[in-house]
């Protein structure tokens, strides 16, 4: 299933066994043409795709994001002083599930006006950004949020 329609930027993830109520099975983001982490088919989907929907975009929406928009050469990425908040002056949200993390994938996150920029690396690469509209943001997570609603489609496996 794929959730966004703009090809740089979509979420992806397939039902591959269905344990319920644990259904397994990959789940990236693809970013300009590659899909991160891009590996280890069998995340629980139902836990990653929560923690995205009900977890984070609240938490990403509500958070008082002072707009700062430093330059990506610029900011501190230490993910456990972010984490803990003590580096609030950069103002960035640490975005992460069990299968991104688990996998090498680390995201964070501020917005800025309407765009949501997203600062993501795999295992030891630099970081990079990627800049989005807040409203295709919105959309996406309000599909995952259906998609969990819905109960996921049930499969035989």
Known sequence: MIFGDDVDFFIQFDV????????????????????????DPTVTLTVNVYN???????????HPFKGSNIPLDKLNFDAYEIFEKKVNDQDLFYWATEGFWDNGLSLMCEIVGD???????????????????????????????????????KQNN
């Not at 591959?16 to 590996?39: Q, T, V």
């Not at 950004?129 to 609603?149: R, T």
């Open 16 to 39: 591959l066994f269905n344990n319920n109520p644990y259904p397994l099975g990959p789940l990236n983001i693809w970013i300009d043409g590659r899909a991160y982490p891009g590996k």
């Open 52 to 62: 995205l929907v009900e977890i984070f975009f609240e938490e990403i929406l509500n």
């Open 115 to 153: 765009s949501l920029r997203i600062f993501y690396k795999q295992d030891d690469e630099l970081y990079r950004e990627k800049v989005i509209p807040l409203e295709y943001y919105k959309n996406i997570m309000i599909q995952l949020d259906q998609w969990l609603k819905d109960g996921y489609p």
